[in-house]
């Protein structure tokens, strides 16, 4: 949730001319992390679990595609984007670890 909310304030200074482009495409990556991560913990096996999260893991790898994107093309400054770019890597490894753990078995 923190690298969505931290997306959200990031996108406030993109040029307006972004608003229907990269804007919205970037946010609508990183909403979804959370939410697949949400989805798949409410359903009723670890196999579908496991398969949300790696939506979701597809879904960071948009998100960073795109502030990575939105770096090069100068939309905002480096060192507002520099700290998102390193919540998300933490974020990816969060995901893989759960990822990893939700395809081990499970204790009698």
Sequence with gaps: MDLAEATYKLVRDFPKSEEY???SQLLRAAASIPANIAEGNARASRKD???FVAIARG???ETETFLMLARRAALVQPDAIDPVLALADRVGR???GLHRSLHQ???P
């Design 21 to 23: 482009r990269l804007t």
């Design 94 to 96: 969060m995901l893989n």
């Design 105 to 107: 078995t499970p204790p």
């Design 59 to 61: 879904s960071l790898a």
């Design 49 to 51: 679990y496991a398969r």
